[in-house]
């Protein structure tokens, strides 16, 4: 299976505001943003299960939307911190149930990942 594709990481001010894309070239029952900041462990930013029902961290709750159109999934992220910077993975999983399908979801559990876009927010 082909991996997913991301673009749209670039470096912003913060404050400020970055969209972020994910072409899928099949379909998937979970899809979703993981992310990895300098010295941090890879963590669920959203997801969006097979209902099209999202879930987001707490630490982006109010500012970050994750949708889906046709075989892109994107990452709408507002109110952009320093600490949102990182690289940004697409991630997809077609035995994650709606229940799992959550950005809390251990990130072993999700089978296939992008190579990732980066995602740089200066003070």
């Known amino acids: 299976q082909a991996h997913p594709v991301e673009s749209g990481g670039d470096s912003v001010q913060s404050g400020g505001s970055l969209k972020i894309s994910c072409v899928e070239s099949s379909h998937w029952f979970c899809m979703g943003w993981f992310r990895q900041g300098p010295g941090k462990e890879r963590e669920g930013v959203a997801t969006l299960n097979v209902d099209a029902v999202p879930a987001y961290a707490e630490s982006v709750k109010g500012r970050f939307t994750i949708s889906r159109d046709k075989d892109t999934l994107y990452l709408q992220m507002n109110d952009l911190k320093p600490e949102d910077s990182g690289t940004y993975y697409c991630?997809?999983?077609?035995?994650?149930?709606?229940?799992?399908?959550?950005?809390?979801?251990?990130?072993?559990?999700?089978?296939?990942w992008g190579q990732g876009t980066q995602v740089t927010v200066s003070p």
């Open positions: 991630v997809a999983d077609n035995y994650l149930t709606s229940s799992r399908c959550k950005p809390g979801t251990d990130a072993s559990r999700f089978d296939n």
